[in-house]
């Protein structure tokens, strides 16, 4: 074959790659954008609370338009939605950080409680959005539904851990000890919110794993 005959398909390869290589600069951008909105949308709930928080200061803050912020979740809810999830891989990845540098799971889960005493906001997101998702027609649904189920039994080795090493009532399915924890301090988090000088909930989720005889260990 001639080479007058391969360049117009070396051509065609070397446009085709180029298109790719651009389609993917594209995605890392656009990639990268959304993780910084969202990060973002973690600090301003987190701030301003649920209510008091509006897109166009999450878009003023990224830089961007309020389309562009929508660009990337479709709706407000999608953008709710997806920040809840930010957050809770933000929660999870300190909390494998916390338990590498030689952190107990206990108080990991103790680290969590005192962190959303510091995020109303957040916390309140998360209360309204999750009761609001109970309805099959909420847009939020399934992705609540997919959070419950995957939050369900992710601690279940840890609390099988605890009830080996004798730190758990052995009376207790450690497969159904983590859906009471999350039972626990979702209506705690819901009586927080209402009356935050009234409820402690630091202490009060102390008293719950003094309750399934897990140790303080840090009364000396």
């Known amino acids: 074959m001639s080479d007058g005959a391969t360049r117009p398909n070396d051509t065609e390869s070397a446009t085709d790659l180029t298109r790719l290589g651009r389609a993917d600069l594209r995605k890392v951008r656009g990639d990268k954008r959304r993780s910084t909105i969202l990060a973002t949308a973690v600090e301003v709930f987190g701030e301003q609370g649920y209510r008091g928080t509006s897109l166009?200061?999450?878009?003023?803050?990224?830089?961007i338009s309020d389309a562009g912020l929508l660009h990337h979740f479709g709706s407000k809810m999608g953008l709710l939605a997806a920040t809840i999830e930010a957050r809770d891989e933000m929660d999870r990845e300190r909390r494998e950080a916390s338990e590498a540098a030689g952190a107990t799971f206990v108080d990991t889960m103790r680290d969590q409680v005192a962190r959303n005493t510091r995020?109303?906001?957040?916390?309140?997101?998360h209360v309204v959005l999750s009761a609001e998702a109970t309805d099959p027609q909420h847009p939020a649904?399934?992705?609540f539904r997919d959070r419950y189920r995957q939050i369900r039994h992710q601690d279940d080795e840890s609390f099988s851990r605890l009830q080996a090493d004798g730190e758990l009532r052995t009376d207790l399915d450690p497969e159904r000890v983590g859906q009471l924890v999350t039972a626990m301090m979702d209506g705690l988090q819901l009586q927080w919110l209402l009356d935050p000088?009234?409820?402690?909930m630091e202490g009060l989720f102390e008293d719950f794993l003094h309750l399934l005889e897990?140790?303080?260990?840090?009364t000396p």
Do not use: C, N, Q, T
């Open 197 to 200: 000088d009234a409820v402690d």
């Open 119 to 125: 995020s109303p906001g957040l916390v309140a997101l």
């Open 214 to 218: 897990i140790p303080d260990r840090r």
């Open 141 to 143: 649904h399934e992705s």
């Open 56 to 63: 166009r200061e999450i878009a003023r803050r990224v830089g």
